[in-house]
């Protein structure tokens, strides 16, 4: 009867690890999934995570009157 409990424990005990194991993993690669995603040179279709389009600059070295994208990230500030 004691080798049935000791083999149901052990059992329960290697499910319980398998379980954390392949929890910290599903995080990492839920991590590196957005990083790499973040990472990703910004095109005009993508919209930024503010919901706000990126800010643009006027003039500058270009031509008078084109429209260039200011290449900085959005800063989320605290209310």
């Known amino acids: 009867m004691f080798a049935l409990f000791l083999t149901a424990v052990s059992a329960l005990a290697a499910i319980a690890a398998v379980a954390l194991l392949v929890d910290g993993g599903l995080r990492w690669w839920s991590a590196f999934g957005q990083l790499r995603h973040r ?22 070295f270009t031509r008078p009157g084109r429209v260039t994208a200011v290449t900085r990230q959005t800063v989320r500030r605290a209310a």
């Open 39 to 60: 990472l990703q040179l910004p095109t005009e279709a993508q919209v930024c995570e503010s919901g706000m389009r990126p800010a643009l600059a006027h003039g500058g």
